[in-house]
């Protein structure tokens, strides 16, 4: 089915959420004025509707290939890539001095969202270029960044992000690549990477990979891992030493080459060091925080696409009957509840992600009470939003019936894409962790008490919500003086409990704002059933996990390792 891009929701979020006027006015973000805001959502839409959503199926059935030569991608994939670097796209909130249009990182959420819902396996491209320019914006010195960022920033060249080995997958500091000086500046770099996203691709003539490797005589664990450059084409025009070893053959997103990557097989692959020896984790981060929250939009971007694909099915398809005459499956409750729960859904995670992004866009300003926020809000950003793309789709599979586990309808296909968010940068429980782990005891805990006081400031005639708030500072005060398996035992319940109580304050916040809403009637009445139905139905299902936020770890572990067997 074709998609439309939700820019009536999209730019009443950049409205009343992100505060886009307000960011329009300082001089930093002043172009980003409310005509070329709206000429960018619309733009936007369009292009991921015309150019990356006619592509969607011929990515899931056909996929991306290998052979010795390299990895290419289904036709039309590669014309549609320089349509996206031809228009720009990528430029947005690139920096201005490499390039960019330097405009607020939240409206390339928005571009983002919708090349995730038009064609999630080919966005993935996409996703990883901006992190390599902000570690390289961040971290890279003036010579790196001046050869390496203009065609990054255009999209001209690709970047990915190489962590993962077969023995280091969470536990990065395990990692094995080494880094050899050349005695020139540069490094040899060998080894080999894995679950490395479009590795090797035909859609772009290089691609800038961004490698962890330690050098000779560093510290064991993360504390003696470096951080490197390491193209696929040198800046004399020939071949890096490193290749493609083999693709996965995935459960979904097969638009999307997921690459082993081998380095230095004829003796070394020529990198050069970003940031400071042993200090690669830093700037690492720096490109993960970006990645986490455009994965937590991908959850956004599926929902959105699953939610409508159901919506035009229980509009068309007649089964049974109300009153005695022939009946869509629209009208029946059950199937109203599952419609009405996805876009309760996607619209909470929508609002969590942008305004997590106005944060960031804030804190760029210097602004370090946002950045704070910001920080605090990025695991549930990444976990909630990947959650709820997977509820959603599996809700759309359930909307269509028999049909839904056909794949000749296409939501199947949304449900598997779907399924790898919650696992890649960072599993959700990754994110759990670095929730009560770090960000728990931000100022000593101010940085979430300065949240859950805005969410009671606006929700004074919330029952609900001010009781999940309230449950949520207690837990917060318990976790912050538990041991550590008692901490990790409460995370992933307290994460949802959290990230259920913002985004109810966030969908508060837009009911308060359709009041005198002179706009499309239909759109503010979907808005406020959704807003109403989350506040209602959603927060009241969150407090219910205040059992297991506040049990202790000791029931995990009442079983030896082995008995798991049993």
């Known amino acids: 089915m074709t998609y439309t891009p939700p820019v009536a929701e999209q730019l009443f979020l950049l409205r009343h959420i992100v505060g886009m006027d ?285 939610t409508q694909q159901a919506v035009a099915y229980a509009l068309e398809r007649v089964q049974g009957s109300r009153e005695g005459r022939p009946a869509r499956i629209v009208e029946f409750p059950d199937v109203r509840r599952m419609l009405l729960r996805m876009k309760a859904l996607t619209q909470a995670a929508r609002a969590l992600a942008y305004y997590c992004a106005g944060q960031t866009d804030r804190a760029s300003l210097g602004d370090e009470a946002a950045r704070a926020r910001a920080d605090l809000l990025t695991p549930l950003v990444k976990a909630y939003g990947t959650d709820v793309g997977v509820e959603v789709t599996s809700l759309a599979v359930q909307v269509h019936g028999g049909m839904g586990y056909v794949e000749e309808t296409g939501a199947a296909q949304h449900y598997r894409d779907a399924r790898i968010s919650p696992i890649y940068e960072g599993t959700n429980g990754i994110q759990a962790a670095d929730l009560v782990g770090r960000k728990l005891g931000m100022e000593g805990g101010g940085v979430l008490q300065r949240l859950l006081d805005d969410i009671r400031a606006d929700a004074v005639d919330e029952a609900g919500l001010l009781e999940l708030a309230g449950a949520c500072e207690t837990i917060a005060g318990r976790l912050l003086g538990a041991g550590p398996d008692d901490r990790m035992a409460a995370s992933y319940p307290f994460l949802t409990m959290l990230s259920v109580a913002t985004c109810g304050w966030l969908l508060k916040r837009q009911l308060t704002a359709l009041d005198g809403h002179d706009g499309d009637p239909a759109f503010a009445a979907m808005k406020r059933a959704a807003g109403r139905f989350y506040l209602d139905q959603i927060v009241p299902e969150a407090l219910g996990l205040a059992a297991a936020a506040n049990a202790p770890a000791d029931i995990l572990y009442s079983l030896d390792a082995e008995g798991f067997a049993h």
């Open 22 to 306: 307000e960011l329009a006015g300082h001089n930093a973000f002043a172009e980003a004025t409310p005509d070329l805001v709206e000429a960018i959502v619309q733009g936007a839409g369009d292009f991921a509707a015309g150019e990356f959503a006619p592509l969607n199926r011929a990515g899931d059935e056909i996929g991306a290939k290998w052979s010795p030569e390299g990895v290419t991608l289904p036709p039309g994939f590669r014309e549609a890539y320089r349509a996206y670097v031809e228009g720009g796209w990528g430029t947005l909130a690139g920096p201005a001095e490499h390039g960019g249009q330097g405009l607020p990182l939240t409206l390339a959420s928005v571009v983002m969202e919708d090349l995730g819902s038009a064609n999630m396996g080919f966005s993935l491209v996409m996703m990883l270029t901006p992190g390599a320019v902000e570690a390289l914006k961040h971290h890279g010195t003036p010579a790196l960044q001046q050869a390496w960022l203009p065609k990054l920033v255009t999209g001209e060249w690709t970047g990915t992000m190489n962590l993962t080995e077969p023995q280091a997958g969470s536990d990065v500091g395990a990692l094995k690549t080494r880094a050899e000086p050349n005695g020139d500046g540069s490094y040899r770099i060998t080894g080999t990477k894995i679950f490395i996203t479009f590795g090797e691709h035909d859609l772009a003539d290089n691609i800038v990979h961004l490698v962890l490797a330690r050098l000779p005589d560093a510290p064991q664990g993360t504390r003696g891992i470096s951080l490197f450059l390491v193209p696929k084409i040198l800046p004399d025009g020939t071949r890096n030493d490193l290749r493609c070893v083999s693709i996965e053959h995935k459960l979904g997103i097969h638009a999307s080459p997921t690459c082993v990557m081998a380095y230095g097989d004829e003796g070394g692959a020529t990198g050069w060091l970003i940031g400071e020896e042993n200090k690669g984790m830093a700037a690492m981060f720096t490109m993960m925080n970006n990645a986490r929250l455009n994965v937590g939009l991908q959850g956004v971007s599926i929902a959105e696409r699953a």
